[in-house]
């Protein structure tokens, strides 16, 4: 079974441009989160998507956004981009069975920096 | 508030050396998980383990082993006989018993180099 698949790897851009990034999941693996992972700040919740709707958001700003689709697949936004925002951007996918601690599955990230 | 500390941020040791990893968490949470995740220098956060709030029982897995109290809000682990292959970072995060949310608060990390 694949494992999930954040594309790209690596992406560089500069401050004021807009970015997406996306993730796909283990098959069969219905929510979707995203975290954001710093040396300064650690790994933080971005946010987490369940049947393409929302059900968690992280402390962050309304510059950072993402979707789901029907297939489960995310992708996540980042416009205005600031130097702050250079990072490691994980995807993770779960099963996301109801009333459990779901063991959620990392990808290898994609590493934004912003100049 | 809900908070994962990881004091040590950084261990060396010798290869064969055994490696405690400490972990404390807060929360007001009555039922929780607990989870262990390791990440090697390629970035992806690998799964070790996870543990429900309400089993204390401690496990090993080959060289690996978790010890969870409750009573001190504690979930450390051990590698036995470390080996160069376990140099990663380790995170410790806690996660919900939820109907809506799989959110982990992560902790800070603690750098694992092991030494031939």
């Known amino acids: 079974k694949a494992g999930v698949t954040q594309t790209p790897r690596y992406l560089i851009k500069t401050r004021g441009q807009q970015v997406t990034l996306s993730c796909s999941p283990i098959s069969g693996h219905r929510s979707v989160s995203w975290y954001q992972q710093t040396p300064g700040q650690g790994l933080q919740f971005l946010f987490e998507?369940?049947?393409?709707?929302?059900?968690n958001k992280g402390n962050f700003p309304g510059r950072f956004s993402g979707r789901q689709f029907s297939n489960s697949r995310s992708e996540m936004n980042v416009s205005t981009l600031e130097l702050g925002d250079s990072a490691l951007y994980l995807c993770?996918?779960?099963?996301?069975?109801?009333?459990?601690?779901?063991?959620?599955?990392f990808g290898a990230g994609t590493r934004l920096s912003v100049l | 508030a809900q908070k994962v500390t990881q004091a040590q941020t950084e261990i060396s040791v010798v290869e064969k050396e055994d490696v405690t990893l400490d972990c404390v968490y807060e929360?007001?949470?009555?039922?929780?998980?607990l989870f262990w995740y390791k990440q090697p220098p390629s970035g992806e956060l690998v799964f070790l383990i996870r543990?429900?709030?309400?089993?204390?029982q401690n496990e090993i897995s080959g060289r690996y082993s978790w010890n969870f109290q409750k009573s001190t809000s504690s979930f450390n682990f051990t590698i036995t006989a470390s080996q160069v292959v376990d140099s990663a970072v380790y995170f410790c995060?806690?996660?919900?018993?939820?109907?809506?949310?799989?959110?982990?608060?992560f902790g800070t990390g603690t750098r694992l180099q092991v030494f031939p």
């Open positions: 995060a806690l996660g919900p018993q939820s109907y809506n949310t799989d959110k982990l608060i």
């Open positions: 998507y369940f049947s393409e709707t929302q059900r």
């Open positions: 929360t007001r949470d009555t039922t929780y998980y």
């Open positions: 543990r429900n709030s309400f089993d204390e």
């Open positions: 993770a996918s779960s099963l996301a069975v109801r009333g459990e601690g779901n063991i959620q599955y």
